[in-house]
């Protein structure tokens, strides 16, 4: 079973438009973090979030991490072609020695 | 930025061989290093953390005699899967963290492995 569950798992969604990947748990996390994987490479970070409540803006990214450090969304305003990929959700928890664990993942599809 | 280099991007090896995987960091020291396999459309896994100078720590239904791992050096960590089968062929990555550091975990590219 995995700790930490993403929804949906696959998006195929028109160039423009909104969409939202949520990230959830039981555990609370100290910190969550937000990766995009591009098929044969390794995951690049996007964003970490540590405060409850907090949200965090990459350009057209918007990150918010729950006030109760156990979920997190993901919001994409006008997606674009370039936006495809795999993204994946990753928490840690302060006493486990800096390790941190994916998500299930979601793949996103934005055709032109 | 920091950067963590991995080697080789890809093998392909017969069954029953051993194969080793490197990952190194470029430009910083690493006192942990993590090691992730991810199957074709999925996630990644951990499979380990290893810490320089010490044993590694193998997450659960990871077999530490099957996956040896190595970490030398603040700048060095190995992979080595042995009597490799094709259920081993997947896709490693390692991540490494510098000293002191919380975040982030710096990822190397991967290395994907076939075994036939």
């Known amino acids: 079973t995995q700790l930490l569950e993403q929804s949906p798992q696959f998006l195929s969604i028109q160039e423009g438009e909104n969409l939202t990947v949520y990230c959830n748990s039981s555990s609370v996390f100290s910190s969550l973090q937000w990766y995009r994987q591009e098929p044969g490479e390794g995951p690049v970070l996007l964003v970490t979030v540590v405060t409850g409540g907090e949200v965090k803006k990459l350009k057209r990214l918007t990150f918010q991490f729950g006030d109760a450090r156990k979920d997190s969304s993901l919001h994409i305003t006008a997606a674009q072609p370039g936006d495809t990929g795999l993204y994946l959700c990753?928490?840690?928890?302060?006493?486990?020695?800096?390790?941190?664990?994916f998500g299930s993942g979601t793949r996103l599809s934005i055709r032109p | 930025g920091a950067v963590v280099s991995q080697h080789p991007s890809w093998v392909i090896c017969k069954s029953g061989t051993s194969v080793k995987i490197e990952c190194r960091s470029l430009?910083?020291?690493?006192?942990?290093m993590f090691w992730y396999r991810q199957f074709p459309k999925q996630s990644l896994m951990l499979m380990a953390t290893s810490n320089e100078g010490s044993k590694a720590t193998y997450e659960q239904g990871v077999e530490k005699d099957k996956f040896l791992i190595n970490h030398a050096s603040l700048t060095l960590s190995t992979l080595t899967v042995t009597s490799a089968h094709p259920e081993d062929s997947s896709f490693y990555i390692c991540?490494?963290?510098?000293?002191?550091?919380?975040?982030?975990?710096?990822f190397g590219d991967g290395t994907r492995l076939s075994i036939l």
């Open positions: 990753a928490g840690a928890w302060r006493s486990s020695a800096s390790k941190i664990i």
């Open positions: 991540s490494a963290r510098g000293t002191g550091d919380s975040w982030p975990q710096h």
């Open positions: 430009d910083f020291q690493a006192t942990t």
